[in-house]
């Protein structure tokens, strides 16, 4: 029942780890109640100009858990696992798979997986965690084929969960699949799976002081959540092409600029998805590109849009889109659910092709927005592309759901 640390350099340091590489492989089928496990390091501190190599693939899986077993916590990462101080990982590079493999039955267990790194700490001890100019070439994968409850699956290519203030995601490149697939979630339990991050805050808890600056995604993220329960926002699951879910607080909004994510798809079984994030709230994002396929796909599936899913009291602004979106309902170009306090601005829908499923559940696709809320703002939009096989004209479907949006100065991009 004591943490089990397994690293290719170390195993727990609280030293600076610097210019060293791991070409070995790490495999795990302890039923330890937590697992830290790293290419570099399995709980550690600050990692500079270190490489996990092709050969430095990280595995773990089940041997035998029991039902009795209960709060298991599985955090993993290309180069650390999670860190036990506040640190930094910079100009580091991980080419080797990390994969977490059937979680199988025991309960109210957290898993965070990550290209670089797994998770900032945890949720009752986190670290503030800085990662710049890092790069992530191995598939990250975790997937959950048992009968367990879960209390939270993060998934990202660059860092799974970010519990602590002030963590920034900066110059950072992810070029490998992320993938989330869990089965038996079928009671509110939630998944979240991004090309940077999987979740970064805490839905209804937000902190301040987080950033995703100037990172790329080129690969499919794909979180195949099985869970049946779409609301509220915290039992929901989330995909996005840059984070799942990013939440910050009204004082020090959540912060995304600069990014760009184009030459893989996102791919939601459930709840939302984003070219950009699946469900923000308290977020400014910025001048990002979406040039990808955005698919969500079950009858269960609450919406897909070329930048976010899901926006709560969120300002978005100079970003743009060229996403192909076809999902079973609330397809949108911009954001599916625009919700109290949030705005667009500038922003443009370049080339998109929109497309409104086939399940009798489906609801008509929206240029801009599917659904918007009370007192929002969509404001100087350009729109360019097709909506259901038809050109895209200013006499499109704008918005699907109209609550009582402020929608001015929308223009076609000629």
């Not at 030293?15 to 302890?30: H, R, Y």
């Not at 099985?226 to 989330?238: G, L, Q």
């Amino acid at each position: 029942t004591t943490p089990l640390r397994i690293g290719g350099i170390a195993a727990r340091s609280a030293a600076n780890i610097k210019d060293c590489n791991n070409a070995g492989a790490i495999t795990s089928v302890s039923n330890s109640t937590t697992l830290e496990l790293g290419g570099i390091v399995g709980d550690g501190a600050n990692v500079s100009k270190c490489n996990n190599q092709a050969g430095g693939t990280i595995t773990r899986s089940n041997a035998g858990a029991t039902a009795t077993q209960t709060n298991r916590y599985i955090y993993m990462g290309g180069i650390m696992g999670t860190n036990n101080v506040a640190c930094d990982i910079s100009d580091c590079k991980n080419y080797a798979d990390v994969t977490s493999n059937a979680i199988g039955t025991a309960t109210q267990t957290t898993a965070d997986l990550g290209g670089i790194l797994g998770s900032g700490g945890s949720s009752s001890a986190p670290f503030q965690v800085d990662i710049e100019s890092c790069e992530n070439n191995g598939s990250v994968t975790l997937v959950n084929n048992g009968t367990v409850v879960t209390t939270r699956l993060s998934v990202g290519g660059i860092m799974g969960y970010a519990p602590a203030a002030n963590t920034t995601i900066k110059s950072c490149d992810n070029k490998a699949q992320v993938y989330c697939n869990s089965q038996y979630n079928k009671a509110g339990r939630v998944a979240y799976s991004g090309g940077i991050a999987g979740l970064m805050g805490a839905i209804n808890a937000g902190i301040d002081g987080l950033e995703i600056d100037n990172c790329t995604n080129s690969a499919r993220v794909w979180n195949r959540n099985y869970n049946n329960t779409v609301s509220p926002a915290e039992s929901t699951p989330f995909g996005g092409g840059i984070v799942g879910a990013i939440i910050g607080t009204s004082t020090s909004p959540a912060y995304i600029h600069d990014c760009s994510t184009s030459g893989a798809d996102v791919v939601e079984l459930r709840g939302y998805c984003g070219g950009i994030a699946g469900y923000t709230e308290l977020a400014t994002i910025e001048n990002t590109t979406v040039a990808q396929v955005l698919t969500n796909s079950n009858a269960n599936s609450q919406g897909a849009a070329g930048l976010v899913g899901w926006a709560v009291s969120s300002a978005i602004s100079g970003c743009t889109t060229s996403a192909n979106v076809n999902a079973v309902k609330n397809v949108a170009g911009l954001v599916a659910k625009l919700d109290t306090g949030s705005s667009i601005t500038g922003c443009r829908l370049n080339g998109a092709v929109l497309t409104k499923g086939t399940h009798a559940a489906a609801t008509a696709a929206a240029v801009l927005v599917s659904v918007a809320a009370n007192g929002v703002t969509i404001t100087n939009c350009g729109v360019k592309g097709t909506i259901d096989g038809a050109t895209i004209t200013l006499s499109s479907n704008m918005v699907t759901t109209d609550e009582g949006a402020n929608v001015t100065g929308t223009y076609i991009i000629e």
